[in-house]
């Protein structure tokens, strides 16, 4: 897999990929290029059967300041709508694999959209997460204001849009933003772990839990149960029960 000057990427043995983010003259903001890079990295790894977990970062120092703001002095309403921005992130919502992102140091703006597409946010103990678009005469408009409302509610949303106040990593995970927050070295085990399991199942268990989110309780629990009953066709199923009496760890081959 092919790394770019902006965009690092790297396919772990383990099945892990490891994309990371790499402006750091501009706080890995996201120009045109980045997000054109980040969206053809995401079609590619999709479709890479040896890929099994993904992960997001932007290195050690800071995740993403957002969109670069220089892209935003002279542009135009039709200009913005004319780039079409939403596209590029579309491949992170279509991406089947799970996503993590590993966040160190500021996740602002569009970089904290951005860890937003991902199916779970590791913070480094350094992280900061914040929707500063109201300091520059803007509004968030990548999802900071409608995933956020539905990651965290509407006080705490209404809290970070309105103020741009900057959250701490543990901050944000007691409002629901982070799913954990470790050593900053540590942000990559979690998705060795996932990796190590059945891909069909783990990719089923997304599927499912991230259409659930918008169907009747009802119609969600029967999808749950069609994906649950598919499972057990699989040979990586039989493996994991096998290897649950043998007393040994699984082999899983996403067969
Ligand atoms: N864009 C461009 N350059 C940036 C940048 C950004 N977002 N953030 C930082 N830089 C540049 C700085 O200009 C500086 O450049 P030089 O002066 O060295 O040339 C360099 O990176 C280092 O920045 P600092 O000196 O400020 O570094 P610090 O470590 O002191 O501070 C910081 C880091 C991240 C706290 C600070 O740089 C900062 O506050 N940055 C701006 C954060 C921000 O306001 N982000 C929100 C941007 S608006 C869209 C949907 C969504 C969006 C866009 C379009 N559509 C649907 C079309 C999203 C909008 C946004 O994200």
Redesign the pocket.
């Known amino acids: 897999m092919e790394s770019t000057q902006i965009l690092k990427v790297e396919i772990q043995d383990n099945g892990v990929a490891r994309i990371e983010l790499h402006r750091p003259?501009?706080?890995n903001?996201?120009n045109l290029e980045l997000r054109q890079a980040l969206s053809e990295t995401f079609q590619k790894l999709n479709k890479n059967i040896a890929v099994r977990a993904i992960v997001l970062t932007g290195g050690e120092k800071?995740f993403a300041?957002?969109?670069?703001?220089?892209d935003?002095t002279t542009a135009s309403t039709v200009e913005?709508y004319l780039?079409h921005?939403?596209q590029y992130w579309q491949s992170l919502t279509d991406c089947s694999k799970p996503i993590i992102a590993a966040v160190n140091g500021?996740a602002?703006?569009?970089?904290c959209?951005l860890a937003m597409h991902a199916d779970i946010i590791v913070a480094g103990q350094s992280a900061k997460f914040g929707q500063?678009?109201v300091?520059?005469g803007?509004m968030?408009?990548?999802g900071?204001t409608q995933r956020l409302l539905r990651a965290i509610g509407k006080f705490q949303t209404m809290l970070l849009v309105l103020s741009g106040k900057l959250i701490s990593a543990e901050e944000a995970k007691g409002m629901g933003l982070v799913s954990e927050v470790v050593e900053d070295e540590n942000t990559m085990a979690l998705a060795a772990t996932i990796a190590s399991f059945s891909p069909i199942a783990v990719q089923q268990i997304k599927e499912v839990t991230h259409l659930g989110q918008d169907m009747s309780l009802q119609s969600a629990l029967s999808l749950e149960r069609k994906a649950f009953q598919i499972l057990f066709d699989t040979k990586d199923q039989k493996e994991g029960a096998n290897a649950f009496f043998d007393k040994r760890p699984a082999q899983y081959r996403g067969e």
């Open positions: 003259e501009a706080r903001a996201l800071v300041a957002g969109a670069d703001i220089q935003f913005m780039r921005t939403e500021y602002l703006g569009g970089g959209e500063p678009e300091k520059l803007l968030p408009g990548a900071g």
